[in-house]
């Protein structure tokens, strides 16, 4: 293209027109980069392509085919919920682990009048480059696990005690 060239286009379109088109095809070009610390929403665009799609596809798909109400879960999943996939959440929390941990029995109790969706998160997130890269946020976070328990149950035993003893409002994901 050649210096006329771009000179009639900014005179015909406007320089702000330019600026933001040039602006636009750069940021659709970054976000192309797969490697840190470029990321962002739109890298979400192609789900399919993720490598955590597949394992919270299941909840995805079940809470997008629901009536949209505040969403009952730890903080790593409703951050995520609602930040990548505009859900409401009803609660918001400190975003650091201070080994507090949601009473599942107190959750699913709650939601008798089915007045949000409760979301337990056994299965957690892939460890993934990006708290390293970032240090957003501490690896072991992304074991939402550590943020549930019932009657004093955690970890594998409560996956275990769930997948044996169905909750009645609340769904679990594994």
């Keep these: 293209m050649s210096i006329m060239n771009l000179k009639k286009i900014i005179k015909k379109k406007g320089l702000k027109t330019v600026y933001f088109s040039t602006c636009l095809i750069g940021f659709i070009l970054l976000s192309g980069i797969r490697s840190a610390p470029v990321y962002g929403k739109l890298d979400f ?5 993720r490598p955590w799609w597949k ?3 299941p909840m995805i ?6 009536e949209q109400k505040p969403i009952y879960a730890d903080p790593m999943t409703g951050n995520v919920l609602n930040s990548i996939f505009n859900q409401p959440i009803l609660k918001k929390y400190q975003w650091h682990f201070r080994g507090s941990r949601l009473n599942i029995k107190s959750m699913d109790r709650s939601n008798i009048d089915n007045g949000y ?5 056994l299965h957690g997130f892939t460890p993934s480059w990006v708290p390293e890269e970032t240090r957003h946020w501490k690896s072991r976070l992304a074991d939402t696990s550590i943020y549930y328990h019932y009657k004093g149950v955690s970890g594998d035993a409560l996956k275990e005690f769930l997948k044996e003893n169905q909750l009645k409002y609340c769904d679990v994901f594994f």
Excluded: A, D, F, G
């Excluded at 969706?117 to 998160?121: A, D, E, F, G, L």
């Design 61 to 66: 798909e079940k809470l997008t085919k629901q």
């Design 117 to 121: 969706r409760c979301i337990i998160n």
């Design 55 to 57: 394992e919270w596809k």
């Design 45 to 49: 665009i192609l789900l399919e392509s």
